[in-house]
């Protein structure tokens, strides 16, 4: 399926170039978006509670994404030259860059955000020919520890919404508040548990709506953003002012951009052998300069770095629907409520607790992601349990101890103070030492092994996974 060959060569027509009748597209395409509109929303909610925007300000943001994520989704499906990979993927707003763009946020601004995702953007365009070769860098032990770390990082701006996201205002931390939260978590549960096909897959969204009814019911909603907003405009150019480029911003996020590459070739590979699409580096790198321009571009709109939802690439397998057209007509319904600044309005009034609930599914769901990776690795005789056990101590730091990396300078600090960076920092240098790097290798060298599959007499599990 996948071919060495750096160079493109003539692609025949496949089974991603199936065409539908207009209704249809329509329809599949839509059903692409509702499966990932969630998750598409909430970084800049996300981002833009980190940065201390209004609520104005933020319901930009949201529209900015749906309007960056639909350009995304088109450049990737129909293509533009050597970019795009013409396979039926949907671009959202990445999860993986959410961590460290609060961290920068937070210390440094928005604008410092924007700068470093243009940088990065612009030096992942430039490695897109060639990051196929250097995809090994990044086994299923780093990006495992990587994506796992992702998730645990987001789970206390899930917690910190469920309580009222504001500390300084009334009722922050109530059972009102709380109890919100887990109605909303309630309902994403009964819905995925009852339900079976579409409604099961649309349960975050479902949950957010139910959340919001109940909390507008109880008084505690504000839409009042939503009168003051245009119901249609053109998305603006850099509405948050010119970027600032910090050095030390652009180093964590041109690690995390490194990690969005490498997911991005997993995804084209496994929706090319879903769809049983001819698939070599040469599309590979098409796939990835689509990334990198979105993401490099995306700031000129108050947006954020855009990735392959993984989500799609299931319905996709689901549904057999295999048309890159059908995906593209999805992009573009995107790219039109991007025009409706009313809309991201009415996204950004839904109170922070009915977020903070499904943000526990949302943010639990990538570091269950990290885990299923992980559980692919060989453990046995190898050192990758350290790997991972590093890793995983790195990026939980700035969760466990966010005075850390204070005494250090700052440039250092904005790095180490993601938990994307550090962990992607120790997990890759640790697994170029250990498994690269195999000079001196001997078997059964290490007391840090996975031990074999022992059991007593009772047929029980022995759990002992440190070989002494």
Not at 150 to 163: C, E, K, R
């Amino acid at each position: 399926m996948f071919s060495g060959k750096l160079q493109a060569r003539q692609r025949h027509p496949g089974p991603e170039d199936e065409r539908y009748s207009f209704g249809r597209t329509l329809a599949y395409g839509i059903q692409h978006i509702l499966t990932m509109y969630g998750g598409v929303i909430a970084p800049p909610l996300i981002i833009g509670g980190a940065a201390g925007l209004s609520a104005a300000d933020m319901g930009l943001l949201v529209t900015a994404g749906l309007f960056v994520s639909g350009a995304a989704t088109l450049l990737q499906t129909l293509g533009l030259g050597r970019f795009g990979s013409r396979l039926p993927i949907v671009q959202g707003i990445s999860f993986v860059t959410v961590s460290t763009m609060v961290t920068i946020a937070q210390s440094d601004g928005l604008r410092s955000v924007y700068g470093a995702i243009i940088v990065s953007g612009l030096i992942g365009l430039v490695l897109s020919s060639f990051f196929a070769r250097l995809v090994r860098l990044f086994p299923a032990v780093v990006t495992g520890t990587i994506i796992t770390v992702i998730g645990l990082s987001l789970m206390p701006v899930a917690f910190t919404w469920a309580l009222g996201n504001d500390p300084h205002k009334s009722g922050y931390g109530s059972m009102g508040n709380i109890g919100l939260a887990g109605l909303t978590l309630l309902a994403i549960l009964v819905i995925s548990r009852v339900f079976q096909g579409a409604i099961s897959r649309l349960s975050i969204l479902i949950g957010l709506i139910l959340g919001t009814v109940v909390a507008a019911l109880a008084g505690r909603t504000d839409f009042s953003a939503v009168g003051q907003t245009k119901l249609i405009a053109l998305p603006s150019i850099l509405p948050f002012g010119s970027p600032v480029f910090n050095v030390g911003a652009i180093v964590s996020m041109t690690i995390v951009m490194l990690v969005i590459m490498t997911e991005t070739v997993a995804d084209v590979i496994t929706i090319g052998e879903i769809v049983g699409a001819e698939i070599d580096t040469g599309r590979v790198a098409d796939g990835l300069r689509a990334d990198m321009a979105s993401s490099a571009v995306a700031p000129l709109f108050g947006s954020f770095p855009c990735s392959a939802f993984a989500q799609n690439i299931g319905l996709v397998a689901l549904t057999g629907i295999k048309s890159r057209f059908v995906v593209a007509t999805g992009g573009l319904v995107l790219l039109l409520l991007g025009f409706v600044p009313v809309f991201g309005a009415v996204v950004a009034g839904i109170p922070y607790p009915v977020l903070g609930g499904a943000g526990v599914v949302l943010f639990g769901t990538v570091a269950a992601s990290g885990i299923r990776t992980l559980a692919r690795v060989e453990f046995h005789d190898n050192l990758n349990m350290v790997i991972v056990a590093v890793g995983l101590a790195g990026g939980l730091i700035p969760i466990a101890a966010p005075t850390f990396w204070d005494a250090f300078p700052q440039w250092f600090a904005v790095i180490m103070q993601s938990g994307i960076s550090a962990t992607a920092i120790s997990a890759i240098v640790l697994n170029l030492l250990f498994n690269v790097l195999t000079i001196g290798n001997r078997s059964g060298a290490s007391v840090f092994a996975a031990a074999d599959d022992e059991r007593d007499g009772s047929g029980e599990r022995i759990d002992d996974d440190i070989r002494h």
